[in-house]
């Protein structure tokens, strides 16, 4: 009996504790996204030429861009896991102490990364094999050394959390039933999963080799550092994107697992584990590790048959998952008295978001198509749709549900339309501005634009004008949210005040 | 405590940055006269009216059109840096060929006292005196202040001397647009190569191939047979998985057996 009421008490110090660590990943997000993304703002200006008088040396461009865009990765990437995190507590018993660890080493790796900036470090968020090492005088070795400080801090903070999701799963199912095989043999499931179970199984497997992943490219890395030699930098590559693709795919599936358990939550409809969801998400374990050969059809000294590994991978990866996804959103609302506020919008829009960015990506993986737009605005394109108008609105739709969960406090119907409404046309008319470019062969990764890429340039102008309605949605999201946030935390202190 | 490894750390972030910054300038040699590429790549340079040394005039706009050029500005008198500067690019140019067939260099000189006779003996001077795909011209002063703005040249006389202040650089020029900005008076093979390169619109390699004596390849090709073989490098793109299987298993049967020492 005293165990029991232990246990009880355990598992209450760690749901407030989930709270409190759900609450500060919000708040790191509501702070770090608006800066991260401005800088990105920076390079579409840059590219439309207005400042280039101002800031006349281009290194801070390509500085911009690897900040941008390896914060942004990691944010979108850990502000998901705490949504996935927040959403299958409630089935499993997280311990708080090793995710505080994990958060802190997180904090390192993001300073050492801003520090890196300052740095003029900007070999790109993929950081291709050997760049970092052959700076030709733009950044130093020490930049790079810090680098990899931190990416090594990084690796190790995030394979905490990942080992122990998987440890708090193992603790409650074996690893068949935590992955669905029950639901594919004859007769009744037993026992049944809440899909955001599944979905975190799949996660945390798959975050675990792609971390190992990072540690193995790390090594090659630091033989270079300390031999002085090189190593082949077609085994880097692979390993960069084993890496980093399957992260950022994770990202979006941490959104979605979180989605499966939310989104029921507004539309009073379950969301229930079925055949087709066990298959999708099965096929996503197996192949998410092998669809970054996508990355690679460029390099011809990868066999044949490995482009095609990735090709049949990526469709297998994207289309069964989105399709039981897209088909479970689409049938939680239609014709449902769902409960529309800015948490629910968000994570509607998103899941959409990340089906349009989906067919653009399975587009680009098919080596006909990649063939044309590798190395052109196609790129960032399919990727800003499925992380902006994807993962960042299920991400902003995270927090917002969180700050009304805290604070009780629920945002007007009108703010609710104008922000989305700033971020659908905004965020939209950003990403399309890429897609004309990349679809005209205009190409990435220039912060000047050649003569015979003119039309990036019109098109970066206009960009710039959609990506002014994101931040003046962003900074009204921002307003509405920081609010209930404040609400949160004012009752926080109230509680533990009369406490 | 917390607040003591907080300022700390905030300590060793100032410190590591003015560190590699410090470094970072020490390497790439900044030094805030000398030209900046970004600021002009892509710069459609003004028309110019030229005469020759040998007393041809021409534009220059008629000359890039013909083919793509190296553009230096020097000046007759130049004691400093302009003859080591002509001599690196003369030796490159020898090595690398197809100067005159490819690619011409153009000797435009800003000091508005040169004449075309000063030039030729220049050129004498330089070893480079109607060598094939070299051209020294003095361009009329109205045209010239706008050309050096475009580039980004600049040039003060130096008291009590006949001699200018100025930068060593030169400037690759496709289409009349500058593809390319290489600044200083040494310029080896390598770099003219990859200026050449630039100026045909090839790619620029950033590193080295690599070689079969790379370690951790993951494939072996042979460029005569077509043929790819597995490496030992594959052994590391298969390890992540094979390990983290290791790991996923361990988790869940460790679980299971606390589950049970537990019932």
Redo the contacts between chains.
Sequence with gaps: MAELALGRQHAMAESAGMRQFAWLWGGLFLVLFPLLGLLGVFMRMYQAGWLQELVPDPQWFYAAMTLHGLGLVGLIYAASFVALLWAVSPHVQLQTRWLWISTGLTAVGVVLLVVNFFNGFAPGWYFLYPLPFMPSGAWSGTATDIFLAAVAVLGVAWVIWELELLRAIAARYRLGVALGWQYLRKGEPRPEIPPVVLVATVCAIAGIVALLAAVVMLVLMLVHRFSGSMVDPLVVKNLIFFFGHTLVNLAMYHGIGFLYSTLPKYSGQPWKTGIPLVVAWNLVLLLVLTAYFHHLYMDFAQPRWVNFVGQFASYGISIPAAVVTLLGTLSQVYRRPVRWTLASSLMFWGTMGWAIGGVAAVLDSTVAFNFRFHNTLWVPAHFHTYLLAGIVFITLGFVAHLAQELSGKSESAGMRRTILALLLIGGYGFVLMFYLSGANGVPRRYAIYPPDAELGVQLARIATFFVALVVLGVLLYLVTVGKQWGAALAGAQGSSASD | MGRGIGWG?GLL?IG??I???Q??RH???VDPLMP?E??V??R?LPDARLQSADGAVQTLAALWRETPLLLVFAFSRCAGVCSPLLLQLKDAAERVGGIGTEYRILVVSFDSADTPEQLAAFARRSGVWQQQGWLFATAEPDALAPLLQTVGFWYSPVTGTDQYDHPAMVLGVR?G?I?RVHVGALIRTMELRAILRELRGDPVL???L?TAE??????G?NPETGA?TLEW?IV??L???L???V???L??A???R??ERCT
Excluded: H
Excluded at chain 2, 214 to 219: E, G, L, T
């Design positions: 750390a972030c590591l940055t560190a590699s910054a470094e970072r390497a790439a040699g900046q970004g600021r790549l892509y459609l289409k647009r593809v950033a590193y080295p690599p790379m370690p951790f390849r993951c494939y090709y790819f490098g590391l793109l390890a992540p998985t390990v983290g299987a790991a996923v298993w988790t869940f460790q679980q299971r606390r589950a």
